[in-house]
């Protein structure tokens, strides 16, 4: 059944704040693009800086005001749910939900279906983005205009390694028109906007009935069932997909080229000492719960 698109309903503040938004961390991967290291230890639990990629996705949805967070893990993510335990020491509540098998992002997201039915945002664990209060701002502007879904976007040179965008300005908004997942250079020419590349980078505010169209998509790229085939979908069955330019950056934190660039570039923000202050709090909270 075609579905209409969405209008524009626009909610306060005030109202916003009433409204829990649930966070969802897919984790589940098995990160072979940061072997040896993944082989011992899950790639989500690689420090930067002394605090682990998981960490940080934590402390982004804590800033966008998120404080109930499912984390969706799978075989051999036994520490990375030692590390963060029930969340209270990053000052959020946090459960886990186990994917059986890899196939894929939607697929992840989907075993959330029956554990969340609200407005829920997706970040997923090995995406590093910076400064942390981007992801307030996807969240504003999905719940004042409450599309289907709405996406964090950053520009990026080649588009053959990330999910590609394209959209149109209107409204002071970014309208998202089509999607394509991994493409082809040539495949990519018809997805540039202004002659530049436009890719997913690992937020996503989506409303729950995201889940229909998730079960409605064929395995894709890698044979996997890739959130961004589920998108394309959508919209083409009159959903309204919107999404938001990243203003600082962002890395995907699952080749060792950018974990490394991440290091030298907050290394480079602030000192030894700056890190090692805030790591000394961390452990004399969990030594205050723990002994």
């Not at 030692?82 to 959020?92: A, L, Q």
């Not at 970014?174 to 002659?195: C, M, N, S």
């Not at 996997?224 to 919107?242: N, W």
Request: charged share 30%; proline share 3%; hydrophobic share 40%.
């Amino acid at each position: 059944m075609r579905r209409k698109a969405l209008g524009c309903t626009r909610v306060s503040a005030g109202e916003r704040m009433k409204e829990n938004i649930v966070g969802l961390i897919p984790a589940a991967g098995s990160g072979r693009r940061l072997y040896p290291f993944s082989r011992a230890v899950p790639k989500e639990l690689y420090p930067i800086l002394g605090k682990s990629v998981i960490e940080h996705c934590v402390e982004n949805l804590r800033e966008g005001g998120v404080d109930k967070i499912f984390i969706i893990v799978g075989h051999q993510k036994g520490a990375l749910m030692d590390y963060v335990g029930d969340g209270s020491f990053f000052g959020v509540k946090v459960a886990y939900l186990y994917q059986l098998e890899r196939l894929g992002l939607g697929h992840a997201i989907l075993q959330a279906k029956g554990w969340i039915d609200t407005t829920f945002i997706t970040l997923l664990g090995d995406s590093f983005i910076e400064p942390k209060w981007e992801i307030k701002n996807l969240i504003n502007l999905h719940m004042n205009e409450r599309p289907l879904a709405t996406l964090l976007l950053a520009e990026v040179k080649d588009p053959t390694s990330y999910g590609i965008a394209k959209f149109r300005r209107k409204n002071r908004h970014l309208e998202v028109e089509k999607l394509v997942e991994k493409p082809t250079k040539k495949q990519a020419q018809d997805y540039r906007v202004d002659g530049k590349y436009y890719a997913t980078c690992g937020a996503y505010v989506f409303e729950p009935r995201i889940f229909e169209y998730i079960e409605q998509t064929r395995p894709g790229h890698g044979g996997e069932v890739q959130i961004t085939d589920s998108l394309a979908l959508a919209i083409k069955e009159g959903e309204r997909v919107l999404s938001v330019e990243l203003a600082g950056r962002y890395l995907d934190i699952g080749k060792w080229s950018t974990v490394l660039q991440v290091e030298k570039d907050m290394l480079r923000e602030h000192t030894v000492e700056f890190h090692a202050k805030e790591r000394e709090k961390m452990v004399r909270r969990v030594e205050e719960k723990w002994g």
